[in-house]
């Protein structure tokens, strides 16, 4: 392999594949978490990276070029978590900080496709959640990636049937989803599992209780038939759930000091960092600017993430689904670093992670920059920066 894609040196273990599933339920069930689980598998060994153009932005390029740039690359998910990407796309805050330099977007369904698409070089600066960052960093032995701001807390919950499940102490037994296997809500479901004394095999999900991995476009379907009992999910999956009738028995924020933990992070590739760090800046002012017009402007803020979801994902949220999902995310520049390391550490408990060495994951110091520009406060990299 070249120098800019060295080969990995740690990382997360490999699932096991061709396993098959004890625990009895609908065929058809068992047929799309199966499918899931093997697309989650073959998006970690950089297959099925299915992207979609952007082309959502109101700003078109104007002015000088940054950097001399043509264009800088972004990646995110049309997700209710990503707002940050999603709105200041839309609303043309990264394009007008690059001025004449091309802001174009792909959209991504999994982690580990982005984080593939960094490592190809083919995107430039991506919007992941924490467990997708460190399991890409640590694969590659520190080489590929740096997170350079944080971007949104909290949008997460465990929702469950209330005929079925009666409380969070009520989950032996039972069949609970979670996105991707590895992925930052299947990390801490694992750990809330071991933390009540239920053993599961991280790898196979089967033990104690049952974990499967659905994708989150699947699990309403999941749980409208009954195939699941409960699911630990982002939003807007969780707002989904209950407008189905489930029941929120656990939210995330309540497991946190302050209610905050990282659920994405904004990461650029440690070669276009170094080449362009102009063009980072920019985007990094960009993102500052959408999450403060986010948080002044609420109600215009959800419609244009609203239009940004249809246009990238394919479908408007209704408003039951929309309101309480859009209230259930916090947008913010601090990446809230101690909280990604502790995830990690959750991780390696969990054994999805080998020896994970996080030193030099963060690179803060254009974000900083651009917060103290604008008489901010700063934030900190938890010990894990790299400058």
Not at 41 to 59: H, I, M, P
Request: glycine share 12%; aromatic share 4%; proline share 6%.
């Amino acid at each position: 392999m070249s120098a800019d894609h060295p080969a990995p040196l740690r990382g997360p273990r490999r699932t096991r594949r061709g396993h098959r599933p004890r625990h009895r339920y609908a065929t058809a069930a068992v047929a799309a978490a199966l499918a899931a689980l093997l697309a989650v598998a073959l998006g970690a060994c950089g297959y099925g990276s299915r992207a979609e153009t952007g082309g959502v932005a109101k700003v078109q390029p104007r002015g000088e070029r940054t950097g001399g740039l043509d264009e800088v690359r972004l990646g995110y998910f049309a997700n209710v978590t990503h707002a940050t990407a999603l709105v200041g796309d839309r609303e043309g805050f990264f394009q007008k900080e690059l001025g004449g330099t091309k802001v174009t977007a792909q959209v991504f369904g999994a982690g580990p496709s982005a984080v593939e698409a960094l490592n190809a070089g083919s995107v430039d600066i991506a919007w992941l959640g924490p467990s997708p960052a460190v399991n890409g960093y640590t694969r590659a032995g520190g080489r590929n990636l740096r997170i350079i701001s944080g971007s949104a807390s909290g949008g997460v919950s465990l929702v469950a049937h209330p005929d079925r499940v009666s409380g969070p102490d009520d989950l032996r037994g039972k069949r609970i989803a979670t996105p991707q296997l590895g992925n930052t809500q299947d990390v801490a479901l694992l750990h809330y599992l071991a933390e009540k004394g239920l053993r599961v095999d991280p790898d196979s999900g089967e033990g104690e209780a049952t974990v499967l991995r659905i994708d989150n476009k699947e699990t309403p379907a999941f749980f409208r038939r009954g195939d699941i009992d409960a699911a630990w999910v982002p939003e807007p999956t969780a707002s989904q759930l209950t407008a189905q009738g489930g029941r929120v028995l656990l939210d995330e924020r309540d497991l946190w000091e302050d209610g905050r933990h990282v659920i994405t992070t904004m990461v650029v590739s440690q070669r276009f960092l170094a080449r362009h760090p102009e063009a980072v800046e920019a985007v990094l002012r960009g993102s500052v600017k959408a999450n403060a017009w986010i948080k002044s402007h609420p109600e215009e803020a959800r419609a244009s993430l609203n239009t940004a979801l249809e246009r990238q994902g394919g479908k408007a949220l209704p408003p039951e689904v929309l309101d309480p999902a859009f209230e259930h995310i916090e947008v913010l520049d601090d990446p809230l670093a101690a909280t990604l390391a502790r995830q990690a550490e959750h991780a390696e408990r969990a054994g999805l992670l080998e020896n994970p060495d996080l030193r030099g994951i963060y690179d803060l110091r254009l974000l900083n920059k651009v917060l103290a520009e604008r008489g901010a406060r700063q934030v900190s990299a938890a010990g894990l920066g790299s400058g």
